[in-house]
């Protein structure tokens, strides 16, 4: 009997209304391995960027239900602008226009004749990346990383490792390519690094990102000729960024008596903040990338040249 | 027990999930709110028997392939606030607003340390205290959901 009454309190315990399947606990525990493991599959292999391509793809059309409140207003922006602020625009474009034009007739010519020296010396024909122009739909949304997304994707024919620039300089690499969008890790992201080479000096280097807007150029002597000020281009060396590319300007050196290695500090010269419009530069192919030894030592010399020139000309705009 | 209908529930996830695709501009990224977590905490207090630890799983998940960050982060994030929610769920009847908002803070800055140990687990940098500022404009978006969807309980009738 005293059993039967025991029986009974032990139904009494969980009442049908409270009864909702698994225990809370086990169901945590469930899904936190499930996450857990979910993690290091997506960290160590490359099995769910597919499914991660097929959602972004299925996401598109929400995404640009998102972004229409932002396109209108812009449009809207647009319309209203006021007619003198296109006067002016109109103005200074005009007058862009025709300096580029002068300066794009000196292009000409040096580019016939570096065409011509180089077939003297028997050179490679210098790379001619053709480049797509995009536009950027929204910053990445995870606020650790530097990613923008771009609304240029495979079926542009954008591939992964992709150059990205802007009309001032370098702004990153394609990382993620979805249907219709791809994924632009910009130079100040931690996981990114770019060859650059000191304008100056023609001083070759590495420049990483630091997560917070800056480059870092580690693992440089303290002695370094570096200076603040200096300018750094990329370095070709890569074959993914055309050499020349105007990447950051050095903000900071500190000589730490320490450590063996100055800490050098720059920042992009590239507005990702403020330009909506970017160019995708297409990837080399291999056969052309890979450039032999006297030539590349010739395209230093010629990329000499290159940098005074636009010194020059860079004095000649500055009174405007 | 308030009545709520699925409907309801899975189409503001809906909407959450669109406020979370609206593109924030440079600094505002800061001040966003973790619009699927609030609306998931608040239908996970308000109707457990429609929104559970797997729902909450999904939307981080869902969260995690939009944000194009590390999968399954985000989701476990969101399955251990979960946890944490609804192990204290029966007792909130006794809660006033104040204590309730007191109670929503400290769930949203669980999910926010949690984030935060796997991001430096990733190896990356101390993001400093802006990091934290998801949790007031959180609880302000708590706010506009009791508004618009009233109270966890039924209101007293007289």
């Known amino acids: 009997m005293l059993k039967g009454v025991h029986q009974k309190l032990e139904a009494q315990q969980t009442p049908a209304f409270f009864v909702r399947g698994p225990s809370l606990f086990s169901r945590v525990i469930f899904f936190c391995a499930l996450s857990v493991s979910i993690m290091a599959i997506d960290a160590r292999f490359n099995y769910l960027s597919h499914l991660r391509q097929a959602f972004i793809a299925a996401l598109h059309p929400l995404e640009v239900m998102a972004n229409a409140p932002s396109d209108w207003y812009r449009d809207i922006k647009k319309y209203f602008s006021a007619h003198n602020q296109l006067v002016q625009e109109n103005y200074a474009l005009k007058q862009q226009a025709f300096e580029q034009q002068v300066k794009l007739q000196r292009l000409d010519t040096i580019q016939a004749e570096n065409q011509h020296l180089r077939s003297l010396l028997n050179g490679n024909v210098p790379l001619q990346p053709n480049a797509v122009l995009g536009e950027i739909s929204h910053m990445g949304r995870d606020p650790f990383t530097h990613v923008v997304v771009v609304n240029r994707g495979s079926r542009h024919n954008i591939k992964a490792g992709q150059a990205v620039v802007d009309s001032k300089g370098v702004i990153g690499q394609v990382t993620r390519v979805y249907p219709f969008t791809s994924e632009v890790t910009l130079i100040t992201d931690k996981e990114l690094s770019i060859p650059i080479q000191i304008e100056r000096n023609q001083l070759r280097a590495i420049a990483f990102g630091e997560g917070n807007n800056t480059l870092d150029i580690p693992y440089l002597p303290t002695n370094v000729d570096i200076k603040v000020g200096d300018k750094l281009v990329t370095s070709g060396i890569d074959g993914v960024y055309p050499a020349g590319l105007a990447v950051a300007i050095v903000t900071k050196v500190q000589q730490n008596p320490e450590s063996p290695f100055a800490k050098i500090v720059s920042t992009p010269v590239a507005g990702v903040s403020n330009h909506l419009q970017l160019l995708l530069l297409q990837l080399p192919d291999a056969k052309e990338s890979a450039v032999p030894q006297p030539a590349a030592a010739e395209t230093t010399e010629h990329k000499k040249d290159n940098i005074n020139d636009s010194n020059n000309k860079a004095k000649t705009n500055a009174p405007h | ?158």
Request: one cysteine or more; proline letters at 4%; hydrophobic letters at 55%.
């Open chain 2, 1 to 158: 027990m308030r009545h709520t209908s699925p409907v309801t529930v899975y189409l503001t996830l809906l909407i959450a999930m669109l406020c979370q695709l609206f593109p924030w501009v440079g600094q505002g990224i800061i001040f966003r709110p973790d619009f699927m977590l609030v609306v998931i905490l608040y239908w996970l207090l308000r109707a457990p028997h429609l929104c559970n630890i797997g729902t909450a799983w999904f939307a981080g998940l869902l969260v995690d392939l939009a944000t194009g960050s590390l999968l399954g982060q985000h989701a476990l994030s969101f399955s251990i606030t979960a946890f944490v929610a609804l192990s204290y769920q029966r007792r909130l009847v006794l809660f006033n607003s104040w204590q309730l908002a007191g109670y929503v803070f400290a769930l949203l800055m669980i999910e926010r340390i949690v984030i935060l140990l796997l991001k430096l687990f990733e190896g990356n940098e101390n993001p400093g205290w802006h990091y934290f500022w998801p949790i007031i404009t959180g609880l302000l978006l708590w706010q506009f959901m009791i508004l618009m969807f009233g109270g966890l309980t039924r209101p007293k009738t007289n």
